[in-house]
């Protein structure tokens, strides 16, 4: 699994990456500016949550049960919220109709939450161990 995990880290780690980098030089000419900073929220939250994932597959504080949980919480919370963010902010060049994304943004904040307080639960529960 932690293997699985790494894998899964490694891809959103680059795709942030190349969408920070597509944000920074082609959305910049196209976007206002709020829909950028949306933009870039959107993959800034996706890189923290590459990096939580890089350390958790490599963590010895957790156990397997453990890190499944918060991988699948880190992995839809990115997906609902940064990818909502992602076509909400870019709907004025895709033309997509994005309203019914507005609600998803914070379900997949509440999944990115859930999973700092699952480790935060694990953490002290390994403790009273």
Known sequence: MERKIL??????GMVAIIL???????????????ALTSFETGVR???YHALFLLFIANSSLLGLKEKVIVFYLVTIGVLLF????????????TGLKTKILGPITPIGGMFLIASWGYFLY?????NTN
């Open 122 to 126: 694990a953490l002290i529960l390994k």
């Open 82 to 93: 940064s990818g909502s963010i992602y076509l909400l902010s870019t709907s004025v060049i």
């Open 45 to 47: 939250y996706q890189m």
């Open 7 to 12: 894998i899964v880290a490694a891809i959103l």
């Open 20 to 34: 920070g980098a597509f944000g920074a030089h082609a959305l910049k000419k196209v976007l206002a500016v709020e």
